[in-house]
């Protein structure tokens, strides 16, 4: 079930305990999609989820039927947590972000430290290194030359392994039509931010619970990045997937539902 949420620019998909009301007991568990994918990519894993929460799964602004929004990636997460503090209803808060979906959530617990009470931040960090900088900037200015198929196999190899793609060629098809619907202009906006991003200065004051996950083949946003970002903030602890690389979720739906299952909270039934 689709609903409109911050004045009506952040298109959301709901699911799972009291998502017919909009509210509820039931925590609030806000799931951020990558860059290079979209919501679709957590569809493995909300129906489990969705049997203890009240799911949101959102098109992040330029995605989907979200409106776009100027002014950077600041801007990008103040609409998220007017968002998220709509839809949550006044409920417990869990944020998710995998990707660039991890560097939205991350920035609006910067600005907005009472937003969550939990967050889970999958394969993202503070910074990249130059080398990575410089791939975004690529990345932008390819796509904008030459349109996104330009740089199609260059996003799933950021997303998936070699050997991942050639044992899942319906998926990859999937995931290719998926990128390739992306608004080219919202793409390129995205790159040139995370090149110049730069949260080390400000991760003190995210003092929520964090759990960190990275895949071990994550080219990306290697796990260097994440071992960085977890010794960084106040009250984090990292763990690592074997074998996945930047969208573990869709990659291996059970080791990531495993991994995220001691963090989040144990909901009471909702009488």
Same mark, same amino acid.
Not at 18 to 35: E, I, N
Not at 90 to 109: C, D, H, P, R, S
Not at 156 to 179: G, K, S
């Given at each position: ?12 998909? #709901? ?12 925590? $609030? ?66 944020? *998710? ?24 931040? $999958? ?37 998936? $392994? %070699?050997?991942? #793609?050639? #044992? ?17 202009? +919202?793409? #390129? ?32 946003? %290697? ?10 903030? %106040? ?11 930047? +969208? %573990? ?14 963090? *989040? ?7």
């Amino acid at each position: 079930m689709d609903r409109l949420f911050a004045n009506g620019t952040v298109n959301a998909a #709901q699911s799972g305990q009291g998502s017919d009301q909009g509210s509820g007991k039931a925590p $609030a568990l806000f799931l951020f999609h990558s860059l290079l994918s979209d919501r679709a990519s957590f569809d493995a894993i909300v129906p489990q989820l969705a049997q203890s929460f009240r799911v949101i799964v959102p098109e992040l602004p330029g995605f989907g039927a979200s409106r776009a929004v100027g002014g950077g990636l600041a801007a990008v997460a103040d609409r998220m947590a007017e968002a998220v503090r709509e839809a949550a209803s006044g409920a417990e808060t869990i944020v *998710l972000g995998n990707g660039y979906g991890g560097f939205v959530a991350l920035q609006m617990a910067v600005r907005h430290p009472a937003i969550a009470t939990r967050l889970i931040l $999958a394969d993202c960090g503070a910074a990249f290194s130059e080398p990575g900088r410089e791939a975004f900037r690529n990345m932008a200015a390819a796509s904008k030359a030459k349109g996104l198929a330009a740089i199609t196999d260059v996003a799933m190899r950021r997303l998936f $392994a %070699p050997e991942f #793609q050639a #044992q899942h060629p319906d998926l990859m098809r999937d995931r290719r039509e998926a990128f390739l619907k992306t608004d080219p202009e +919202v793409i #390129q906006a995205a790159c040139a931010q995370l090149a110049e991003l730069d949260l080390r200065g400000e991760l003190a004051r995210v003092k929520v619970p964090v759990l960190v996950l990275v895949g071990e083949h994550d080219e990306a946003t %290697p796990p260097p990045m994440s071992r960085e970002l977890a010794a960084s903030l %106040p009250n984090a602890r990292l763990k690592i997937l074997a074998g996945c690389a930047h +969208v %573990p979720q869709l990659q291996s739906p059970e080791m990531f539902l495993d991994a995220i299952g001691d963090f *989040l909270p144990q909901p009471s039934a909702i009488t």
